[in-house]
């Protein structure tokens, strides 16, 4: 950007700072501070408020706070850009804190405040906290109403929180009731693991005479795929094509993953095939799903061909692959990729979840003194899902030394799991420790600690049959219980 200092203005470097803004355009923003300071413009707030917004959407946070003190009369404007910036970098404590210093200095939020912090407190799960700012929203919108995106924000924030009720609640409270509103309460339901309710109301907007758009048809094929609804799944494809959505990326890598959760790789890979695609995002659902679906060998090739084709793997493309690699067992491949994420060349953030893949592994190839000093010295704390893991393996080759060594790792982790404690009674039983078994048992009836049935469930002609451990409310269970009779003797 060639900028001349005797043929600006105010408004040109406002404009100047708004493009680059909205390219998110990190080499322009320290010669656009330079001119400003050198004009004498820094005393105006609108424009480095501008500047304070172009640096936090470059994700510069130190540069941001450093301009943002450096303002003398900060307005809810720039406070607001501060508390949003924050919050969309992940930065979710700094936001809230940011929020709070706004009020206390005097400044009246307005809808884009409550809006930024609302994501905060989704983020951090604060569902009180959230409560209180619903509080001042309802006081604040009796002096100057809000539109319907602070509205959305607590939909978002009590569905993030857990508390459906009160996100329903709200929703149906709403005067007005837009895509976006309908859009978030859906996918409230669907993260809260209420599927089949994000479906009907998915019916119930269509009914309202109100068009799905993209989202809409997104998070009805994440509901399908959640329920491995196949038969649904087909119906809201055909709607996509039908309306003219099937060339949307979003919904397109929605369908490849709810074609294989559902087990039907073959459309998967149609759907793949269909768009002749380069896109990262895209090839990285191919390859989870040919993962999960047990096509390793589909899932290895594919990532080859990626690294050919010189696309640029991120740390999701990778635990696809890694996961891919333990579910077949390809132990000399999976440990080849793994430190291939440290190469110069393919360098990427290696997570907690890459860790786990590679003990997953071991584990599952059976090397559990491998995988126990790979966990030893990993450069973080493992967590409870890679504990889990290492026992779940000893359990399955009957390593009660290493077994033990898991469920007391757990122990510390999880005291309020009862399947931990249930691990811990099974390795003391098969070593025929009794008395230490039944000292577990006594311990869990103490406190309360039951272990939960197990469930299933199975999608036939027009209906979904669940089924629990134990339970024996199903209506046709002497016909299914005949049925398994005659199959065992059959084998």
Same mark, same amino acid.
């Given at each position: 950007?060639?900028?001349?200092?005797?043929?600006?203005?105010?408004?040109?470097?406002?404009?100047?700072?708004?493009?680059?803004?909205?390219?998110?355009s990190?080499?322009?923003?320290?010669?656009?501070?330079?001119?400003?300071?050198?004009?004498?413009?820094?005393?105006?707030?609108?424009?480095m408020?501008?500047?304070?917004?172009?640096?936090?959407?470059?994700?510069?946070?130190?540069?941001?706070?450093?301009m943002?003190?450096?303002?003398?009369?900060?307005?809810?404007?720039?406070?607001?850009?501060?508390?949003?910036?924050?919050?969309?970098?992940?930065?979710?404590?700094?936001s809230?804190?940011?929020?709070?210093?706004?009020?206390?200095?005097?400044?009246?939020?307005?809808?884009?405040?409550?809006?930024?912090?609302?994501?905060?407190?989704?983020?951090?799960?604060?569902?009180s906290?959230?409560?209180e700012i619903?509080?001042?929203?309802?006081?604040?919108?009796?002096v100057?109403?809000? #539109?319907? %995106?602070?509205? &959305?924000? !607590?939909? *978002? +924030?009590? @569905?993030? =929180?857990? $508390?459906l009720?009160? /996100?329903?609640?709200?929703?149906?409270?709403?005067?007005?009731?837009?895509?976006?509103?309908?859009?978030?309460?859906?996918?409230?339901?669907v993260?809260?693991?209420?599927?089949?309710e994000?479906?009907m109301?998915?019916?119930?907007?269509?009914?309202?005479?109100?068009?799905?758009?993209?989202?809409?048809?997104?998070?009805?094929?994440?509901?399908?795929?959640?329920?491995?609804?196949?038969?649904?799944?087909?119906?809201?494809?055909?709607?996509?094509?039908?309306?003219?959505?099937?060339? #949307?990326? %979003?919904?397109? &890598?929605? !369908?490849? *993953? +709810?074609? @294989?959760? =559902?087990? $039907?790789?073959?459309s /998967?890979e149609?759907v793949?095939?269909?768009?002749?695609?380069?896109?990262?995002?895209?090839?990285?659902?191919?390859?989870?799903?040919?993962?999960?679906?047990g096509?390793v060998?589909?899932?290895?090739?594919?990532?080859e061909?990626?690294i050919?084709?010189?696309?640029?793997?991120d740390?999701v493309?990778?635990?696809?692959?890694?996961?891919?690699?333990?579910?077949?067992?390809?132990?000399?491949?999976?440990?080849?990729?793994f430190?291939?994420?440290?190469?110069?060349?393919?360098?990427?953030?290696?997570?907690?979840e890459?860790?786990?893949?590679?003990?997953?592994?071991? =584990?599952? $190839?059976?090397?559990?003194?491998?995988?126990?000093?790979?966990?030893?010295?990993?450069?973080?704390?493992?967590?409870i899902?890679i504990?889990?893991?290492?026992?779940?393996?000893?359990?399955?080759?009957?390593?009660?030394?290493f077994?033990?060594?898991?469920?007391?790792?757990?122990?510390?982790?999880?005291?309020?799991?009862?399947?931990?404690?249930?691990?811990?009674?099974?390795?003391?039983?098969?070593?025929?420790?009794?008395?230490?078994?039944?000292?577990i048992?006594?311990t869990?009836k103490?406190?309360?600690?039951?272990?939960?049935?197990?469930?299933?469930?199975?999608?036939?002609?027009?209906?979904?049959?669940?089924?629990?451990?134990?339970?024996?409310?199903?209506p046709?269970?002497?016909?299914?219980?005949?049925?398994?009779?005659?199959?065992?003797?059959?084998?």
């Open positions: 950007m060639s900028l001349c200092p005797k043929t600006l203005d105010e408004y040109s470097i406002s404009k100047s700072l708004k493009a680059a803004a909205s390219l998110r990190p080499t322009n923003f320290k010669s656009l501070h330079a001119t400003i300071i050198k004009l004498g413009f820094s005393r105006f707030t609108i424009l408020t501008g500047l304070v917004d172009l640096v936090l959407k470059c994700g510069f946070l130190a540069d941001a706070q450093k943002f003190d450096e303002i003398p009369d900060r307005d809810v404007v720039t406070w607001t850009s501060m508390i949003v910036g924050h919050a969309h970098q992940g930065f979710y404590h700094e809230l804190s940011l929020f709070r210093r706004m009020v206390l200095s005097g400044i009246v939020p307005n809808g884009f405040s409550f809006s930024g912090t609302l994501i905060a407190c989704s983020g951090l799960g604060m569902l906290y959230g409560k619903h509080t001042q929203v309802v006081k604040s919108s009796a100057r109403p809000f #539109d319907n %995106v602070v509205q &959305n924000g !607590l939909l *978002d +924030m009590y @569905a993030r =929180c857990g $508390s009720v009160s /996100a329903r609640r709200l929703f149906d409270l709403m005067p007005a009731k837009g895509i976006i509103s309908w859009n978030e309460i859906m996918s409230g339901y993260y809260c693991g209420q599927a089949e994000a479906l109301l998915f019916s119930s907007m269509v009914s309202s005479m109100l068009g799905p758009d993209g989202f809409s048809y997104a998070i009805c094929i994440d509901a399908c795929a959640a329920l491995a609804s196949l038969k649904q799944g087909i119906q809201v494809h055909a709607c996509i094509i039908k309306n003219g959505f099937d060339s #949307d990326f %979003v919904i397109m &890598n929605a !369908l490849v *993953d +709810m074609y @294989a959760k =559902c087990g $039907s790789i073959d /998967a149609l793949f095939r269909l768009l002749r695609s380069q896109d990262v995002v895209l090839w990285t659902t191919m390859i989870s799903a040919y993962g999960k679906s096509w060998c589909n899932a290895v090739e594919m990532f061909k990626m050919e084709l010189k696309m640029k793997c740390e493309t990778y635990l696809a692959v890694l996961s891919a690699c333990s579910h077949g067992g390809l132990v000399r491949e999976g440990w080849h990729y430190r291939l994420m440290f190469d110069e060349k393919q360098r990427v953030a290696v997570k907690p890459h860790y786990g893949c590679i003990v997953d592994l071991l =584990c599952r $190839s059976g090397h559990l003194e491998e995988a126990l000093h790979f966990i030893e010295q990993m450069p973080l704390k493992p967590s899902t504990w889990s893991a290492f026992l779940n393996s000893c359990r399955i080759y009957g390593n009660t030394e077994g033990q060594i898991a469920a007391f790792k757990l122990l510390e982790l999880d005291p309020d799991n009862h399947s931990n404690w249930v691990a811990l009674s099974r390795m003391h039983a098969t070593e025929s420790k009794w008395h230490e078994t039944w000292k048992r006594e869990m103490v406190e309360n600690l039951k272990k939960e049935p197990g469930c299933s469930w199975i999608e036939l002609n027009d209906g979904v049959h669940i089924f629990l451990t134990a339970d024996r409310s199903h046709e269970l002497f016909e299914i219980l005949q049925t398994l009779d005659a199959s065992k003797k059959d084998l």
